[in-house]
């Protein structure tokens, strides 16, 4: 029995379940929360959160089974599906659904399942309260599906199912707590400002699949990533504007300017949504599409210029904004966006494997940092402002020792995760020869070790302001503290699989995913400079990490003497540079104007309503009228007409 | 008997509705309840003769060209004829009718409260009236059956819709009868041309003078757009929609305005496709400016019913986009799209239905925060309200981008443009959903709303089922078609 069942299991099966066991969980959890609203009946906590957090954990525990698998691999090391059905095509193709693992989606599928379980365990403590427990987790696991849908899927169009599907479920879980309308606002406008860039990613495929079509054969799959990675020098042609398509679609997803927006306001999601969805999962998607299409990212160096600059001045911007915010969750969400920043920038040179490096490291230490704001949000009854919090630390010892290894990381000191990975990406801009932009990076950097230590000064050190909550909760969630810890070990070790050679290391996840990137696009740099510029970048954010740990923490006083002394500048970064009251003038109101007053008012209801529709009534009633008063019924008129009628009619044929 | 059905299955499934109108006039006033029973029996009688039809239809397919053919003379001496049959488009069409009839039924149970028997015998007609028109393969026949489907309508929003129902239905006569009218010139002028062949498969043969056909295009075309609707004949819709009782709307948007694109596909286009070169960039233009403006002003209207009127028109736009785009991507797309906007938009209706007969208000100011109180309601319209934004997984999406790869295909900047209008179908879906569900309950009233009833739930649960079957797998609905929409593109010339 047990035998025969084994039989069935083949890599194909298993690659399915995958993808399939987070759908299940969100259907079980979904069923139970509705049918909950209805009856006596609640599912129990123990019981939505056991489904909830076990099926992510298995689906990790297979791909970490075919991670080994495909290591043993002689020469792909990918497992694949193939095709299991044809979704739509025309007559000369198709578009077919099939997974696919690879270098690349190992490492995102071992990182998505990976962190997202232990997110979902966390999860079972912070929502502990909440009503909409297993509403909750069926969101929670519905976004896991279709996020090992994006990255699993082999071809473009299903890529975008999972795209649009994490949208929805960011969607959902930002406004999950929709009494609250300000939150249910967040949320759409997270869908929005997304669906705007997959107006791009949808017209990048078409340039794609109008430039590939000439080549099929009836039934050819063209819009799969072998398919296209094969023949990409069809693509040539269209390249530039398919890859900038594309990229705006990534800078949705990925929150990058113009359209990184939505990402400060989806922090009104619950914590370890943020923490899974806003930090270390979702918004990777675009830096995984452009590493996924590398092949004809690098047919188009303009669009490369674009990413690069893009990713370099949303590094830099965001971070700007990161230093005044007083909500613990908006620093980290800009935070967010300038990490992501850097990711583009290393694409935009051309280090793919390096920004996918940064995407495992980020996930890692920002969710951690998220979890760890979470138990601290938690223990303040929910207060995020960090003006209300300080002198935390011996209160919550166990968050402040994790969140301040997080810290480590994120601001680049040796040896936590980040150090590797961000060292590596300005190493790359500076190596591949664009000065200027390593230099707003290498500035950006420091920035980010300034405000995360100022987070940390101000929640951690100093004294309690008075005005915030008078207890603080103690930390004694296992399932919370469990998450923080692997988490923070992660964030420690989590970067030695990328130590360059220059520092003794073997750079394990560069040579793992070498196969799948163009060799690099410039010439390798001097080892001795490589390794003197990491002692200089560590330094250049001990610099910084140490005057914010000063000022917040020692000397509160100097902060807000710096504050008063630049104040246009302080305004202007606490008003978010007005980009969103910007938007709202000069794109929503003149639509919303044009379409009320122009569109409604005036086009359909007077134009085509009164003059067009009306008019032809009016014009009909009007014949109708002369012909009423034809009819007089006294015979000199209906002579007088004759006779005129005669006399033109007889005029027309003689003229 | 069972081989004598097989062979006469189209007529069948044409005429039962009929059948069903007869007992209920015969239905004595007093127990004029039993109207809604009868009703519902046979329009599912005539739903499963469909299903039957449909499996026919796969044994009997040939690639190309019209299978379940029965052709009688009509009227011999001007050689008008009952001339039906059906390729895999008609056949996905008279589905779609008997699918959503007995819904609309449904959904009327205890909405319609005056003169039931009429009401139910009207919608029974315009059953008749939809299912002949898509399978009617003689000209005059057509205009027949298009006409029958037009009285009933007049009625049912004149008699049992809102406050302004003599307006709105006053106008949706008037454009419509506008267009018939010029349809019915140009039928006799094609008529007279062919030497006198009312027949479409002979009619698909001849070549018109190209002046003429430019004309009778044109005729033909502004009917077939006013039912659609294109821009900018669409305004008799928005008031037609918002004025009609549930199952009105319901049968309006799911199948009244798929009769004018069917129009397109069956006649106006294949009969005259010299003429069609010609209009082909006026009709793309039309249909993309209908997407973007038709979303548009539904971002902005007050009534949640005008909204999703005004969707409609942005939907349509795709379809004739897709249409008009003369590629097999497109007119895959157009196909779908009839079929999934027919499934999401009469959903659409039937919820604001099952609302507004709780809260006897279509504002959408008057609502707000309801989520809470009717979770179960709430998390339909949710679901159906991102089928209709083209969420991928759900039906609308692969219509939605098929029919955009043609207009892309056919000029790049008419797909662009187009592709504006996904952009604003999530606004403006998505900003009802947030002032309707969201927030705190503002009105008293929605504090003790009632959640859905099993009644409901019946009408919703196969339209939500078939919108995740859709979007999974559209080849359901795209292998029966793909032939008939080769054999649509050689006509055009394609």
Redesign the interface.
């Known amino acids: 029995m047990i035998e025969q069942l084994l039989q069935h299991i083949s890599i194909p099966t298993l690659m399915c379940l995958i993808p399939l066991l987070p759908l299940l969980g969100a259907i079980a959890n979904g069923k139970m929360y ?1 049918f909950s ?2 009856s006596q009946w609640k599912p129990s906590h123990a019981l939505s959160g056991t489904i909830a957090v076990v099926m992510p954990l298995i689906s990790f525990l297979i791909v970490a089974v075919l991670f080994y698998i495909a290591m043993g691999l002689e020469d792909s090391h990918s497992v694949s599906t193939g095709p299991l ?4 095509g ?2 000369q193709w198709a578009v077919t659904i099939g997974l696919k693992l690879d270098q690349l989606s190992l490492i995102m599928a071992l990182v998505v399942t990976g962190v997202g379980s232990l997110i979902h365990l966390y999860s079972v403590g912070y929502m502990s309260h909440d009503d909409g427990f297993a509403k909750y987790f069926a969101y929670l696991n519905l976004f896991l599906f279709f996020m090992l849908l994006l990255i699993l899927g082999d071809s473009l ?1 299903l890529m ?2 999972g795209w ?2 994490v949208g ?1 479920c960011s ?1 959902l879980l930002i ?1 999950f707590w ?4 300000e939150k ?2 967040a949320g ?1 406008k997270a ?2 400002v997304n ?2 860039g ?2 791009g990613f ?2 990048g495929i ?1 340039f794609i ?2 430039a590939l079509q000439p080549t099929a054969q009836p039934g050819d799959a063209i819009l799969s990533f072998s398919y296209i990675s094969t023949h990409a020098a069809f693509l040539a042609p269209v390249a530039t504007a398919a890859t900038l398509l594309l990229f705006l679609g990534a800078t949705g997803k990925s929150a990058q300017i113009p359209l990184y927006v939505w990402l400060p306001d989806a922090m009104a999601g619950p914590t370890p949504v943020s923490a899974l969805i806003h930090a270390a999962t979702m918004v990777t998607a675009g830096i995984y599409m452009v590493a996924r299409l590398n092949f004809l990212f690098v047919l188009a160096p303009t669009t490369l210029n674009v990413i690069a600059i893009v990713g370099c001045a949303t590094a830099f911007f965001a971070a700007t904004m990161g230093l005044v915010q007083d909500d613990i969750k908006k620093v980290l969400a800009y935070s967010t966006v300038s990490q992501l920043g850097f990711m583009f920038l290393a694409l935009g040179v051309g280090a793919f494997s390096v920004a996918i490096f940064h995407v495992m490291t980020h996930a890692f230490f920002k969710a951690l940092l998220f979890l760890g704001s979470g138990s601290v949000i938690h223990a303040m009854d929910g207060e995020q402002r960090l003006s209300m919090y300080g002198g935390l630390r011996k209160h919550l010892p166990v968050t402040f020792t994790t969140f301040l290894i997080g810290t480590l990381a994120i601001a680049g000191i040796w040896p936590f995760a980040g150090f590797f990975s961000k060292d590596a990406i300005l190493w790359h801009v500076y190596s591949s020869g664009h000065f200027w932009l390593w230099l707003i990076a290498t500035l950006a950097a420091g920035l980010t070790a300034f405000y995360m230590f100022r987070l940390v000064g101000l929640a951690f050190f100093g004294k309690r302001n008075p005005a915030g909550p008078h207890h603080v909760h103690p930390e004694n969630s296992v399932t919370m503290l469990l998450p923080l810890v692997v988490l923070a070990v992660l964030s420690i070790i989590g970067g030695w699989v990328g130590v360059p050679h220059a520092m003794g290391g073997h750079d394990h996840i560069m040579t793992w995913l070498a196969p799948l990137f163009p060799t690099a696009l410039h010439e390798a740099g001097n080892e001795s400079t490589e390794l003197f510029m990491g002692l200089g970048s560590m330094t250049w954010g001990a610099i910084w990490a140490i005057i914010a740990w000063i000022l917040y923490s020692q000397h509160r006083g100097w902060a807000d003497q710096m504050a008063a002394r630049f104040k246009r500048c302080y305004t202007l970064l606490v008003n978010l540079y007005y980009v969103d009251q910007i938007y709202d003038a000069v794109v929503v109101q003149p ?2 104007w ?3 007053s122009v ?2 008012q005036t ?2 209801a007077v134009l ?2 009164k003059i ?2 009306g008019g032809s ?1 009016r014009i009909a009633r009007l014949f109708g009228r002369v012909g009423t008063a034809m009819e007089t019924g006294l015979v000199p008129h209906y002579v007088f007409l004759l006779v005129l009628g005669s006399v033109v009619v007889l005029g027309w044929m003689i003229l | 008997m069972i081989p004598w059905i097989a062979s006469h299955i189209l007529t069948i499934t044409i005429f039962l509705p009929l059948v069903g109108v007869l007992p209920i006039m015969m239905l004595p006033r007093r127990f004029e309840e039993g109207s809604r029973a009868i009703a519902l029996f046979f329009s599912l009688i005539t739903f499963i003769a469909s299903l039957a039809m449909w499996w026919l239809y796969q044994i009997n397919a040939v690639d190309n060209g019209f299978t379940l053919i029965e052709q009688h003379p009509w009227i011999p001496t001007l050689n008008f004829q009952y001339f039906v049959g059906i390729d895999g488009v008609s056949l996905l069409m008279i589905v779609l009718t008997t699918l959503l009839i007995p819904l609309a039924i449904l959904g009327a149970w205890n909405e319609i409260k005056t003169r039931r028997k009429e009401f139910m015998g009207l919608i029974l007609l315009t059953e008749v009236g939809l299912l002949g028109a898509f399978a009617a393969l003689d000209l005059f026949l057509f205009y027949v059956f298009w006409e029958l489907m037009l009285i009933p309508m007049y009625f049912l929003v004149g008699i049992w819709g809102g406050k302004h129902r003599i307006m709105a239905a006053m106008k949706l006569l008037i454009y419509t009868l506008f267009g018939s009218l010029l349809m019915l010139v140009a039928i006799f002028v094609v008529y007279a041309k062919s030497g006198y062949q009312m027949n479409l498969i002979d009619l698909y043969q001849m070549k018109l003078d190209p002046g003429i056909q430019l004309w009778c295009f044109m005729a033909f075309a502004l009917a077939f757009a006013i039912k659609v609707p294109l821009w900018p004949v669409h305004t008799w819709l928005p008031d037609a929609h918002t004025e009609a009782p549930t199952a009105g709307s319901v049968i309006l948007a799911g199948v009244f305005l798929k009769v004018g694109a069917y129009g397109f596909y069956r006649i106006a286009m294949p009969l005259f496709p010299d003429a069609v070169l010609q209009a082909q960039p006026l009709l793309m233009s039309l249909s993309v400016i209908g997407i973007v403006v038709g979303a548009l002003v539904a971002m902005i209207q007050p009534d949640m019913k005008r909204l999703i009127a005004y969707s409609s028109v942005s939907h349509m736009g795709f379809v004739m986009l897709g249409l008009a785009s003369l590629t097999t991507e497109g007119v895959e797309g157009a196909v779908l799209q009839l079929v999934n906007h027919g499934i999401s938009t009469g959903a659409l209706f039937l919820l604001i239905g099952i609302i507004y007969s709780r809260t006897h208000t279509r504002q959408i100011s008057d609502y707000g925060g309801i989520a809470k109180v009717v979770p179960w309601f709430s998390a339909a319209f949710i679901f159906v309200a991102l089928s209709s934004a083209g969420l991928p997984g759900l039906n609308n999406f692969v219509g939605e981008f098929l029919t955009l790869m043609g207009g892309f295909a056919y000029g790049k900047v008419y797909g662009v443009i187009a592709a504006i209008g996904v952009i604003l179908g999530a606004a403006y879906l998505l900003w009802l959903v947030e002032r309707v569900f969201f927030g705190q309950v503002t009105n008293e009233h929605n504090k003790t709303l009632k959640d859905l009833n099993p009644r409901e739930l019946t009408l919703l649960i196969p339209l939500m089922l078939l919108m995740v079957v859709f979007g999974v797998y559209p080849k359901l609905l795209l292998d029966p078609c793909m032939g008939s929409i080769s054999t649509f593109l050689q006509l055009m010339g394609r």
């Open positions: 509705l609203t209805r059905f044809t979704w739509f025309g007559t169009p975008f199912v649009e599907g929805l969607y406004g929709f009494t609250d309308i249910a606002k759409k869908f929005i669906r705007i997959d107006f949808v017209l078409f699949w109008q639509l919303l044009f379409s009320r569109l409604w086009v359909d085509i309503d067009l529709v009534a």
